[in-house]
């Protein structure tokens, strides 16, 4: 199957900072777009769907660039509760018609105070 | 709210035990899958199901096996326990609509195999 990347980090900033991660895929048949979030030792909860046109949820924001293969997430006025692992997730087409999705690695975001 | 749960938080297992993981879904999802999580390697697909009696391999199907014989139910299955499957064992599903659906996760199982 086909990769998705993250830089592991992790990212140290701030509280009140903005930080932004990018996802890179290498499948151009992927379907969808997610951002999830792992706190540790707990399971991936969904942060945030990634639609084309850029999509906010308060203090995040979610972009996808189709061309360049490679999504974003932007957190601002970072809050020491936004430390955790954030995963990107890209859904493509498998067998069945049904649809995989690969994770990556995850990026880190530890942030202090 | 969709309710994915596994039916231990914690596991303690002995070497070429069979054991058994299951999951259930109260959403009517049509997909399940099971992962397991090891630190640096993140999330690994061992193995998934698009409909009941349907199962496809992942990334890492050796040593398991699956069983779906009902639409809400996905169980994994150790063979034969070995200490390598010591790990973090999540199961999700979801909606298949065209792959525009996300997953949701269950709480995880941490298993141990001495």
């Known amino acids: 199957r086909k990769e998705v990347e993250q830089d592991p980090g992790p990212f140290n900033v701030p509280e009140g900072a903005t930080v932004a991660f990018n996802c890179t895929y290498s499948n151009s048949a992927s379907q969808s777009f997610f951002w999830y979030r792992q706190d540790c030792r707990k399971e991936p909860k969904l942060l945030m769907s990634?639609?084309?046109s850029g999509n906010e949820d308060g203090r995040f924001t979610a972009q996808l660039n189709r061309a360049s293969q490679y999504i974003s997430l932007l957190i601002r006025d970072s809050k020491l509760s936004d430390s955790a692992t954030y995963l990107c997730?890209?859904?493509?087409?498998?067998?069945?018609?049904?649809?995989?999705?690969?994770f990556g690695r995850g990026t880190s975001l530890i942030v202090h105070p | 709210d969709v309710k994915v749960t596994q039916s231990s938080r914690y596991l303690v297992k002995r070497t070429g035990e069979k054991v058994f993981l299951e999951c259930v879904q109260d959403m009517d999802h049509e997909n399940m899958f099971w992962y397991r999580q090891d630190p640096g390697l993140g999330l690994r697909l061992i193995y998934f199901s698009y409909d009941v009696k349907m199962k496809e391999k992942g990334d890492i199907p050796e040593g398991y096996s699956v069983s779906r014989e009902k639409k809400e139910r996905f169980s994994l299955i150790l063979e034969s326990a070995s200490t390598n499957q010591t790990s973090m064992y999540l199961c999700a599903s979801s909606f298949t609509d065209r792959g525009n659906q996300p997953q949701h996760f269950g709480d995880g199982t941490r298993l141990s195999i001495l």
């Open positions: 997730v890209v859904n493509a087409p498998a067998s069945g018609g049904s649809y995989i999705p690969t």
């Open positions: 990634v639609y084309s």
